[in-house]
């Protein structure tokens, strides 16, 4: 039973909170006039020593005792007597817990918040020296359109800056507090629960006691946000790993992100990439392990409402370290112009920009310019060159419009340029996307005109 019951090896983590907690809770008591102003200065003093000693690492943390609460409730005790007692008056375990767990949570959804954006400059940073930098776009992981590398990394960006709006959303809904819900019904003693909200940084006090200490529900949306992003850290650790192989050659990374083979002098290996790529499994299984635990309890509290701690914290260290090493990643890989450009240069990639030409010159309905460029394809397949290779003669022969004006759209430089539609891969619009990120984002860099971006965060 005590092996079972017992949660001190995993919620310790929550001491800054629970002190914290405990400190708002003993003031408003006094304030209330519940307890006596004697007593809060004594718990007041007692809560500092113990918030030492937790840092310090002499804290006797004692697995019998269950769990944190307990464990700072008995060594108050020991400090200060009597006054320890009567901390808990108008609180339970059950509306601590909630605290205690809404602050932590609170904060890991503000350090994903930093983490994320510091990728996001990472990013930004790489793809302004690579605005021009010609690369193939895929689809199904073929050669589909010419993009630029930088305009590539910008989606990174995106989808980033969607998971910090994830995470303040989560932050904003969950910052209301559970303190003062007791047990489950509430408490006789005559708190002030806007008091200890607001001493603990929450918007207001949750509205109803039972969901008080019945909801996981922003433990969650933190888990929800997090897969989230572990799915786009994996996608882009996917294609680092793909970059640096022999087959795309795209990028290099130095040995800071790489390991060697235990026999194989030559390699280096993107193990970092590999490693968040595969981290993300066990983040989307937070998130199933906690929706599973809760899809079928009844109000109020039950203990099985203890496991909703392990996959939070497990999720956030994760998440924390792959941001940590995709940054990294990101700013010490170096583009290889050379082979992206070679990459780009197969596959018929300017085909569309072939059929887009024949719609606009000879005003030709789309579906009839796409069969007439599927046609020119397959005679540039015959006769083994690129359909900028194709005599002007060869062309002719498939539709005898079709003029030397042709060749200036089927340059790889020519149909990225071409592309300024907003949100577009031309070098121009990548740079203005560049600018407004780095204003949107809040961070670092020059923007277009040469002024400061705002780092406001």
């Known amino acids: 039973m005590a092996e079972i019951n017992v949660s001190i090896g ?32 004594a718990i007041q003093q007692g809560l500092n020593t113990v918030e030492a000693e937790i840092a310090s690492g002499v804290f ?20 200060i007597g009597e006054p320890a007692g009567r901390l808990h008056t108008g609180r339970s375990r059950n509306d601590q817990v909630a ?16 983490a994320l954006a510091d990728l996001q400059q990472a990013l930004v940073d790489q ?3 690579a605005a021009d930098m010609v690369m193939p776009g895929f689809t199904h992981l073929q050669n589909a359109q010419p993009i630029t590398f930088g305009h590539h990394l910008m989606a990174y960006v995106e989808m980033f800056g969607r998971d910090r709006s994830r995470f303040a959303d989560a932050a904003q809904r969950m ?18 629960r806007r008091a200890t909200a607001q001493a603990l940084g929450f918007a207001r006090p949750t509205a109803n006691s039972v969901d008080s ?136 990639i300017t085909a569309t920009d072939l059929a887009d030409w024949l719609v606009r010159e000879l005003g030709l309905p789309f579906r009839d310019a796409h069969h007439i460029t599927g046609t020119l394809v397959a005679e540039a397949d015959r006769q083994k060159t690129s359909l900028a290779g194709l005599s002007i003669e060869s062309m002719r022969a498939v539709h005898d419009g079709i003029h030397a004006g ?30 407004e990120a780095r204003m949107r984002y809040g961070l670092q ?7 400061e971006s705002n780092n406001a965060g």
């Not at 205690?100 to 918040?113: G, I, L, S």
């Not at 999720?315 to 990294?328: R, V």
């Open 213 to 348: 200490v019945s909801a996981r529900d922003f433990a969650l949306e933190f888990l929800s946000a997090t897969a989230i992003s572990a799915t786009h850290l994996s996608r882009l650790a996917e294609e680092i790993v793909l970059w640096c192989s022999e087959g795309f050659g795209f990028v290099k990374l130095s040995d800071a992100f790489t390991t060697g083979s235990s026999i194989m002098p030559q390699k280096r290996n993107p193990d970092a990439a590999e490693l968040t790529r595969a981290k993300s499994g066990r983040m989307i299984g937070s998130l199933t392990s906690l929706l599973i635990t809760m899809k079928g309890l009844p109000l109020a509290y039950s203990k099985d409402m203890q496991e909703d701690k392990e996959p939070t914290f497990e999720a956030a260290d994760a998440l924390m370290l792959c941001l940590a090493a995709s940054a990294g990643m990101v700013r010490d890989f170096a583009p290889q112009p050379d082979a992206m450009r070679a990459a780009a240069a197969r596959g018929h």
């Open 99 to 114: 605290t205690d767990f809404r602050m932590w949570v609170r904060q890991a959804c503000d350090e994903a918040d930093r």
């Open 406 to 435: 042709v060749y200036d759209v089927l340059t790889l430089d020519a149909s990225v340029a071409s592309r300024t539609s907003e949100g577009g891969t031309a070098p121009v619009r990548v740079l203005e996307a560049i600018a």
């Open 10 to 41: 995993f919620d310790k983590r929550l001491a800054p909170q629970d002190i914290a907690g405990s400190r708002a809770h003993a003031a408003m008591l006094a304030d209330q006039g519940i307890i006596t102003a004697e007593d809060n200065a």
């Open 175 to 192: 910052n209301e507090l559970p303190l003062g819900a007791a047990a489950l019904a509430g408490t006789p003693f005559p708190i002030d």
């Open 127 to 129: 793809a302004e020296a």
């Open 60 to 79: 006797p943390f004692r697995p019998e005792l269950e769990d944190i609460h307990m464990n700072v409730e008995a060594r108050l005790r020991e400090l």
């Open 445 to 451: 860099g020059v923007g277009l005109q040469g002024n």
